[in-house]
């Protein structure tokens, strides 16, 4: 049986790409078909670890949810963490091999390429339909050789292609026309149809427009999705700024964002909740007060910790702490916290031997080292839990280069199965943990809100969440798209190939 395939490119970053092939993961599923996304080349610092211990994209283990798969490396076999504004960590299947520039990792693609398809075919050959996501756009004419992200790769692979983009965002039938004409006329052979996303309002407005671009392209528009409020899922890289409604506040949490912040889904569950208000600062942005400070991932720890000291954090931590406030830093946050951060061959530093002063808030050192920790956790809240309390179930994921090292007995936050992990201080007000993923689960969330200050909280499921919003999604797209049509194209595609 020939596997069907289909890829999804985008007019842009972040015009709907991850969420179409989501949504399209849990449609085919429900329709019978066994479906596995892929993304050949993903740049982005929230990553998502497999039972196997390899790092892919987190978008690709939302999708594997969708399709009912647990996530394979595979899905996403390369992917580039960027450390600088030009360079990146290159992950190849699952592994970092070392950190390139942009101009090396252009002349490296030949190779990545091979890799990329070796892990598509794997994946292929126990499915009948491939959902392949694209990354920024195809028409980006300066990275057009050695492409492996978009036609490159559709090309390679010889599938359809659909293009989506934002009508949210406005021009969108200047960025669909101009993204076809900008391609060869081979790659507009492939090119099936588009989706336009985000849209509000009377469609009856839009379909002069419809019309027109079906008209001037000879391309169908297969499908118009509405803009869905309040609409939640994990983001691929940039941090998510929207709000919730809330019920009741109950707790205030403010987090920094980094120039390298990495897994910012780990406070997801906490922008959720009904009873939290959670508030992003960026740069040169005033603190406000509140009563816990999460201090996020970091690819790049020295460089980020410096950038806190420079936006003022570092009195603010010792203020907030002074009058009973709760920190929690989280992977290269719980790092920062430590006495010393040092990096001695050059992991995150142009030089060698590099040795930064931590926070000091916690008596520990960290020292980079060239392995990757890349695990799946499981375990209790031991540290947390009183005499009325059972230890809360927690679920988690370690990425991180460092290893840190205790000056002194400490009291761990979770016992493992065969390890204790984290930190919690003697006066209870500072956490720190490798675990990303912690607040997911209900029962160590509730315990961490309670920790924080914040009792008789409304019981929220995160996993619950995210999987009703999936399928939100999903339903979305069987009303206004066409799905037996656009399988019909994807079969008539191979038919004509």
């Known amino acids: 049986m020939t596997t069907l395939s289909l890829m999804v490119q985008g007019t842009t970053s972040d015009a709907g790409k991850s969420t179409l092939v ?16 892929f993304k050949p080349q993903n740049m982005a610092l929230n990553s998502a670890v497999t039972p196997e211990g390899h790092e892919i994209g987190r978008a690709q283990a939302v999708q594997a949810q969708a399709a009912g798969l647990e996530p394979n490396v595979h899905m996403n076999p ?31 693609k030949t190779i990545a390429k091979a890799s990329a398809l070796e892990s598509y075919y794997s994946l292929a050959e126990n499915q009948d339909m491939m959902l392949i996501e694209g990354a920024g756009s195809p028409a980006e004419i300066n990275l057009r050789a050695r492409d492996i992200a978009n036609m490159g790769f559709a090309e390679s692979v010889d599938c359809p292609v659909i293009i989506i983009a934002d009508i949210d965002k406005g021009g969108v039938f200047a960025h669909l026309v101009g993204t076809l004409e900008l391609l060869s006329q081979a ?25 027109w671009l079906e008209e001037r392209t000879g391309k169908p528009v297969i499908g118009v999705l509405p803009y869905l409020q309040g609409f939640h899922l994990e983001s691929e890289d940039a941090v998510a700024h929207n709000t919730f409604e809330k019920t009741e506040t109950r707790l205030k949490v403010v ?9 910012h889904t780990d406070w997801d569950a906490l922008r959720l909740h009904p009873n939290v208000d959670v508030t992003i600062v960026g740069a040169n942005e005033a603190i406000p007060a509140c009563d816990l400070v999460i201090l996020p991932g970091s690819k790049s720890v020295q460089t980020d910790l410096s950038f806190l000291r420079e936006q003022g954090w570092e009195s603010y931590l010792n203020h907030h702490l002074r009058y009973g406030g709760k920190v929690l830093g989280i992977c290269g ?11 001695p061959l050059g992991l995150e530093n142009k030089t060698a031997n590099t040795t930064a002063n ?7 050192t960290t020292v980079l080292a060239e392995e990757k920790q890349l695990k799946l956790q499981k375990g209790k809240i031991v540290g947390l839990a009183d005499n009325n309390d059972s230890a809360a179930h927690v679920e988690g994921y370690e990425i991180h280069s460092g290893v840190s090292s205790f000056h002194q007995d400490i009291t761990p936050l979770v016992q493992l199965a065969s390890s204790c992990e984290g930190y919690i201080s003697p006066d209870k007000q500072i956490i720190g943990t490798y675990l990303h993923g912690l607040l997911d689960h209900p029962e160590s969330l509730e315990t961490i809100l309670k920790w924080a200050g914040a009792t008789e909280t409304q019981h929220f499921d995160y996993q619950a969440f995210r999987e009703q919003e999936i399928q ?15 399988i019909e194209s994807c079969r008539a595609f191979v038919t004509q190939a």
């Not at 299947?93 to 990792?105: E, L, P, R, S």
């Not at 939100?472 to 656009?486: E, F, K, N, T, Y």
């Open 22 to 37: 989501t949504a399209l993961c849990r449609i085919m599923k429900q329709k019978g078909h066994k479906v596995a996304p």
């Open 78 to 108: 390369i992917l580039l963490k960027p450390n600088t504004d030009t360079g990146a960590q290159v992950i190849i299947q699952g592994k970092a091999i070392g950190n390139m520039n942009a101009v090396g990792y252009h002349e490296y």
């Open 187 to 211: 790659e507009q052979k492939r090119v099936i149809g588009f989706v336009i996303n985000r849209f509000r309002g009377d469609k009856s407005l839009l379909q002069s427009g419809l019309d």
């Open 255 to 263: 987090v920094p964002v980094l120039p390298r912040t990495s897994n």
């Open 333 to 343: 946050g719980f790092q920062m916290l430590g006495e010393t951060l040092e990096d």
């Open 358 to 364: 931590g926070l000091g808030f916690i008596p520990m």
């Open 472 to 486: 939100r999604l999903a339903d979305s797209c069987v009303q206004h798209m066409d799905i037996d049509a656009l």
